[in-house]
């Protein structure tokens, strides 16, 4: 079978996605791939299909338990066979498994990178001709991801020891240059075919809130959950502690979530990670412990009680939502607080203790880098979808029109007086402090730190009083954006001045910047009105929607009884496309949209009778106007308020 033979056959898709087609050819002719895809974007698919073309095994490195069961039982849905090698199993299960695969019954094996030096592992993989190696996951190898993980280091030197060099491929979702380089270089890839297919997520929807307190915040959260109760929704917390807090507060409103922490027990943190993919529960609250490797493609929106560490995290956690392709929101609660703990979080990361100071101090001031930019993230008035793009290194040139910042009024107002008096008070205070120190003393907060350095006798004490803390913070951070102040690199961030500053205090140049015309506090009906945009299920009428739904339960039922996720059976998007083609026989059930021979074989029956019977036989239309499977969610026609104003019309 050709490419889009096995593609048809085995996923259920008439054509290849953007990268994909480029990453798979490159594969084929034996040439080593660098693919950098965001998530959703289908980098699977780029070893799976060359793996089933070739005679030999595809060994796929990856670094969590969950990623590889997950993506095992998915090809064993589509008909592949593939086994995963990691502690999830015993030793009799693993030698079984290697066994198998050495006998051809396994065409792809996933392991952890940790396996890799293992005798047994080794054994196989010097007796068995491995044609590719994908590396999935593959930021983890170097020290300048936020995700650095030693083991990964070790496959270099797996791939020296094989007999004969497979084809290497390297597969992420968030990588900046240095990462690229970094993956490039200890991978030792050969003249690699490097694929980009852009960090962009149209569906997506960016929104930072500032808040003031824990109060302010978890009223929005549960404010949030409770006007999206039908929908799956993941809530990330920067500490087990605020995790348990949360789910606490959103089971006593009587809301099915699950909590998912480092500090539970692996038996309840199993059960609530299936309670989620199996839709036994809507909301999962948890810390970034919790989602590597979860392919559920319906989670319509992931909130972030605390600022992550990095923009990769963040990129990566948020990406979550929509996995299907409709539309999703991303919407990160930011508090001054937030800073605070994550540089206590990254003081106590277990990796640096394992390493020479010299290694650790360079692991901790790459960090302290990335900390910095994820809060300037949350301090921008500018385009949150251009700022992630440029910092992923993309050109982001105009506006999307899709996040907070682009949706809310902005006016612009004068902050030179500010600005000079922030100066004024660093040279007072010899750029001895910090960004913290700095703002209690202009607002003149006679704390005991401060008073204990006689910064309360300055005369710059109180200054800035007549300001909130916020927009104070706010101009400094301008300021620094502008290249006026700057911090040092490491984790103490002492604020000096530059020489551009001397122009200020000159008055010859001023500062403006944008502040918001409205409170950025969570108004919901606004931001509902404002965030929601058109998904497939609009296409539906209510007809449509009851058959939608009655479809969803023939799914989750034939789900329990394979004791696979519902989405490992197909998407919600699956669905939608069912509800809009009503197939009635098995030809008309393969036009459908990721439903491929093996899966019809397995349970096209089931949904053709559901659907006969929820229609009589009779084949109608359950969607408002024409309907193009080709279309995106985003680009939907409003065909549902089309119809209403024709029916308003006969009414008239």
């Not at 019954?105 to 590719?132: D, G, H, Q």
């Not at 990566?316 to 996995?323: I, K, P």
Request: proline fraction near 2%; charge should be neutral; hydrophobic fraction near 35%.
């Amino acid at each position: 079978m050709n490419k889009y033979e096995i593609l048809k056959k085995y996923f259920g898709y008439d054509s290849l996605r953007e990268g994909q087609e480029e990453l798979i050819d490159a594969v084929l002719q034996g040439r080593d791939v660098l693919g950098i895809m965001p998530t959703g974007a289908g980098k699977s698919i780029c070893y799976q299909i060359p793996a089933l073309m070739s005679s030999a095994v595809t060994v796929v490195i990856s670094p969590l338990v969950s990623l590889m069961i997950d993506q095992v039982k998915s090809l064993n849905q589509a008909g592949i066979h593939a086994a995963y090698i990691n502690s999830a199993l015993t030793e009799n299960q693993i030698v079984k498994a290697l066994e198998y695969a050495k006998q051809g019954r396994y065409k792809i094996i996933y392991v952890a990178p940790e396996r890799l030096e293992s005798a047994k592992f080794m054994e196989f993989a010097m007796e068995t001709e491995v044609s590719i190696v994908a590396v999935d996951e593959a930021h983890c190898i170097s020290q300048w991801g936020q995700d650095f993980r030693p083991s990964y280091v070790k496959i270099a030197g797996f791939l020296k020891k094989l007999p004969k060099r497979p084809v290497v491929c390297a597969f992420t979702a968030t990588a900046t240059r240095p990462v690229q380089e970094d993956i490039m270089c200890i991978l030792q890839l050969v003249e690699p075919k490097q694929v980009t297919t852009g960090y962009d997520r149209k569906n997506l929807f960016f929104k930072v809130i500032h808040q003031q307190g824990k109060t302010k915040k978890d009223v929005n959260i549960l404010s949030y959950v409770k006007s999206h109760a039908r929908e799956s929704g993941i809530i990330y917390c920067a500490t087990r502690k605020n995790v348990e807090a949360v789910w606490a507060m959103l089971r006593q409103e009587g809301i099915q979530a699950g909590k998912y922490h480092g500090g539970m027990g692996t038996e309840e943190r199993n059960q609530n990670q299936d309670d989620f993919i199996y839709d036994n529960i809507v909301v999962m609250v948890a810390t970034n412990a919790f989602g590597m490797g979860i392919d559920k493609s319906n989670v319509r929106y992931v909130l972030h009680y605390n600022m992550p560490q990095s923009l990769e995290n963040y990129y990566q956690e948020a990406g979550r939502a929509g996995r299907d392709g409709e539309n999703a929101e991303c919407i990160l609660f930011y508090s001054a607080q937030d800073l605070m703990i994550n540089r206590f979080l990254l003081d106590s990361k277990i990796e640096m203790q394992k390493m020479l100071p010299e290694e650790a101090q360079i692991l901790r001031e790459n960090d302290e880098m990335r900390l910095n930019q994820m809060r300037n993230y949350c301090l921008t008035r500018d385009c949150l979808r251009q700022y992630i793009l440029r910092y992923f290194g993309e050109n982001a040139n105009a506006n999307c029109d899709n996040c907070g910042n682009c949706q809310a009024e902005f006016e612009e107002k004068d902050v030179t007086d500010t600005a000079k008096d922030v100066i004024m008070c660093m040279e007072e205070t010899k750029q001895r402090f910090g960004y913290n120190v700095i703002v209690d003393v202009l607002l003149g907060r006679a704390m005991a730190k401060i008073r204990s350095y006689g910064l309360n006798e300055l005369s710059c004490f109180g200054r800035c009083r007549q300001l909130s803390g916020s927009i104070l913070k706010s101009v400094i951070f301008e300021m620094e954006k502008q290249g006026y102040i700057s911090a040092t690199k490491d984790k103490y961030q002492i604020m000096k001045l530059n020489r551009a500053c001397e122009r200020i205090l000159e008055n010859q140049q001023k500062i403006s910047m944008k502040f918001p015309k409205e409170d950025l506090s969570m108004d919901q009906e606004q931001t509902q009105n404002r965030v929601r945009k058109s998904r497939s299920s609009d296409i539906l009428n209510s007809k449509g929607l009851e058959l939608f739904d009655c479809l969803r339960e023939i799914r989750l039922l034939m789900a329990r009884e394979q004791a696979v996720p519902p989405y490992i059976i197909c998407s919600d998007k699956t669905l939608i496309d069912m509800c809009c083609k009503v197939p009635m026989d098995r030809n008309e059930m393969l036009e459908v949209n990721g439903f491929g021979d093996y899966k019809f074989e397995k349970y096209g029956e089931a949904f053709l009778e559901a659907i006969r019977k929820f229609t009589d036989g009779v084949k109608v239309s359950y969607t408002y106007g024409d309907y193009d499977d080709s279309s995106d969610a985003g680009e939907l026609k409003n065909v549902r308020g089309k119809e209403k104003s024709r029916q308003s019309g006969k009414k008239n």
